[in-house]
């Protein structure tokens, strides 16, 4: 059964650091991403590696704070949140690419499979 189980969410103040982790079961995938949705908003894109973890995006918003990496043994995808600021407070989804799609790795519909999603929540 393939599976994206994403953990380490929580409530932390603003400038403190988070670090959220994906697991994948059942298969590997292309690319990996985490996407966001805060209360009333769309969901957007936040960051994301390739299979192999030597290539990485990043939305404008959390450049130079959040980093993703890749741990190819354990097929675990991390996401290290750091100086937090109120406005990141949002559902975080892990999402895989099983197709090798063409579409940008900004767009949604480039993944097939979703995580439940993890609350990150930073206070002010």
């Known amino acids: 059964q393939v599976q994206l189980a994403e953990s380490g969410g929580g409530l932390v103040q603003a400038g403190g650091s988070l670090r959220l982790s994906c697991a994948a079961s059942?298969?590997?995938?292309?690319?990996y991403s985490w996407f966001r949705q805060a209360p009333g908003k769309e969901r957007e894109f936040v960051a994301g590696?390739?299979?192999?973890?030597?290539?990485?995006k990043y939305a404008d918003s959390v450049k130079g704070r959040f980093t993703i990496s890749k741990e190819n043994a354990k097929n675990t995808v991390n996401l290290q949140m750091n100086s937090l600021k109120p406005e990141d407070t949002a559902v975080y989804y892990c999402a895989a690419d099983s197709t090798f799609s063409s579409r940008s790795r900004f767009d949604q519909e480039a993944y097939d499979y979703w995580g439940q999603g993890t609350q990150v929540t930073v206070s002010s």
């Open positions: 059942g298969r590997t995938f292309s690319w």
């Open positions: 590696i390739n299979w192999a973890g030597g290539l990485a």
